[in-house]
Nanobody, 120 residues
């Protein structure tokens, strides 16, 4: 089974930056894509950014121009560079990977999350 391990979370002041990393390990056939989601207190989990197999990226409107998603296919790693952080960015950030199994079915895997706290 695929394992996803996030790192890079922490506490910063508004206007600061953090870089999150997610490393995938385990036996997989292929990736369809990887992405970052977040969940703040009292809110539903939402997409922050993702990058799919062809390299296309998507961003939530709230983070466009501030966050950048990137990946290293060889290293099976996805990054999220977060700049100009705001208190409303405070949330637990989760890494998600969609993989293609050997029978060509798709499976989503989630990391355990990393906490980002932005103070004003």
């Amino acid at each position: 089974q695929l394992q996803l391990v996030e790192s890079g979370g922490g506490s910063v002041q508004a206007g600061g930056s953090l870089r999150l990393s997610c490393v995938a390990s385990g036996n997989i056939f292929s990736f369809n894509g990887m992405g970052w989601y977040r969940q703040a207190p009292g809110k539903e989990r939402e997409l922050v950014a993702d990058i799919i197999k062809d390299g296309s990226t998507n961003y939530a409107d709230s983070v466009k121009g501030r966050f950048t998603i990137s990946r290293s296919n060889a290293k099976k790693t996805v990054f999220l560079q977060m700049n100009s952080l705001k208190p409303e960015d405070t949330a637990v950030y989760y890494c998600k990977a969609e993989v293609v199994n050997r029978d060509y079915s798709d499976t989503d895997y989630w990391g355990k999350g990393t906490l980002v706290t932005v103070s004003s």
